[in-house]
């Protein structure tokens, strides 16, 4: 039962590691694709923050780590 909770683990943390390559990779910051016309789309944007944005405009060596 433990291996299936490390194997759930190991293939969220791929699938987000692709997901987040994929989108800095194929998404421009002036490129927005819609996937479903004025409900839904997709567009790159940049988080500087740290959750949710908080802190971004602080600066501190810290930052990154928090």
Not at 4 to 7: A, D, E, G, L, Q
Not at 49 to 60: K, T
């Given at each position: 039962m433990r291996y299936?909770?490390?194997?759930l683990v190991a293939?969220?943390?791929i699938l987000?590691?692709?997901t987040k390559w994929l989108a800095r990779t194929q998404l421009a910051p002036d490129r927005v694709i819609e996937l479903i016309p004025g409900y839904l789309r997709?567009?790159?944007v940049s988080n500087t923050?740290?959750?949710?944005?908080?802190?971004?405009?602080?600066?501190?060596p810290w930052k990154p780590y928090v």
């Open positions: 299936r909770f490390y194997t293939v969220v943390l987000d590691h692709v997709l567009s790159y923050g740290v959750a949710f944005g908080l802190f971004r405009d602080l600066q501190s």
